[in-house]
Each structure stands twice: as C-alpha cells, then as structure tokens.
C-alpha cells in the first residue's frame, strides 16, 4: 500500500534472507513483487555492502552479478572489484548488455527526476 500510493523514487533491500536468497539478489522480491505486483517504477538499491566484514558461510556478501541479475538497479557503495566483476560475467555471457541497459535506463530516469 505504501508504494502504490507514495510511488518512491528509490527502495532500498535488505540483507534478509528469504529462503535462503538475500532480498537484494532474489528477482522474486525486486522483479516480481515490487516492480509487477507493487508497480513499482522507480530505483531498487543495495543497502551498503561491507565485504571485509560478512564471512563466506550462511550470511555471505552480495555478489554484484546476482544483484544485477534481479533486477537491482545501484549496488552499494561498489567498486572497482565489482565493476571487474560485472565485465567479466558479461564477457562470459552471464549477463548481458540489455541487463546493463534495462539498469542504467532506470538510473538515468531517476537522476533526471531529480530536481
């Protein structure tokens, strides 16, 4: 009700986990549920990431690719190590350039909304 009545500019995810599956890597919550169901038409960002801190068990870091991969428009705060990343998997074809361009179309929608 929230979003369908404020329609925001930008939706931050969290780090929860549903069914194993962090919010900001899971296309059921950012595709299928906030962009279809919710209508909404504005941003989905990462919380802020702390990679040194997060271990590589149950709670580990988000991967750039699978927040791309979801539907998740800003991954933050990013890096260089991330950006590398994301070339890599788009040179390996898991992801491509109409992935990158459905994520910055929307960036530059929402920066050009700003006033």
């Given amino acids: 009700m929230c979003i369908n009545n404020s329609n925001p500019f930008a939706i931050m995810t969290s ?11 899971n296309i059921n919550v950012n595709d299928k549920l906030l962009r279809y169901e919710f209508n909404h038409n504005g941003i989905i960002m990462t919380d802020w990431v702390i990679k040194y801190v997060q271990s590589e068990g149950k709670y580990k870091c988000a991967n750039p690719v699978n927040v791309l991969k979801a539907h ?5 705060p990013g890096s260089k190590l991330d950006y590398d990343e994301v070339l890599d998997a ?5 992801i491509t350039r109409d992935d990158l361009e459905i ?13």
């Fill in 15 to 25: 780090y929860n986990m549903i069914n194993g599956i962090h919010t900001n890597e």
């Fill in 72 to 76: 998740s428009d800003l991954f933050m």
């Fill in 90 to 94: 788009l040179s390996k074809g898991i």
């Fill in 103 to 115: 994520n910055a179309s929307r960036l530059y929608r929402f920066i050009k909304s700003i006033k």
